[in-house]
């Protein structure tokens, strides 16, 4: 049984950092590629990052150069960095597993969810 806690979430200002963590409860990360998504009100849940089991990293366009997705098997976490924060950042940001080595930025393919945390990017 494997449970996803997002944490990290909350009030940044423009240009800001923050970083979020999703630990895995009850089941080892190291055989699932991890994704970060994100999803605001009246718009559809979009991939942000995503890691292979061996550590091969995709991001969408929006989040290239500012988003550093990375796994820590140790502590069985996978954490999301983000600098130069923009106010249309701001989404509820989840966590999600996929059985397969490689992944997707397709949130369809991914079998285990977080509840997500919520970031907001504002002055």
């Known amino acids: 049984q494997l449970r996803l806690v997002e944490s990290g979430g909350g009030l940044v200002q ?22 970060w998504f994100r999803q605001v ?23 290239k150069g500012r988003f550093t997705i990375s796994r820590d098997n140790a502590k069985n976490t996978v954490s999301l960095q983000m600098n130069s924060l923009k106010p249309d950042d701001t989404a509820v940001y989840y966590c999600a597993a996929d059985g397969t080595p490689d992944g997707s930025l397709a949130e ?4 285990w969810w977080g509840q997500g945390t919520q970031v907001t990017v504002s002055s």
Do not use: N, Q
């Open 108 to 111: 369809y393919v991914y079998d």
């Open 14 to 35: 423009p240009g800001g950092s923050l970083s979020l963590s999703c630990a895995g409860l009850g089941y080892t990360l190291e055989h699932f590629a991890m994704g």
């Open 41 to 63: 009100p009246g718009k559809e849940r979009e991939g942000v990052a995503v890691i292979s089991t061996s550590g091969r990293t995709t991001y969408a366009d929006s989040a």
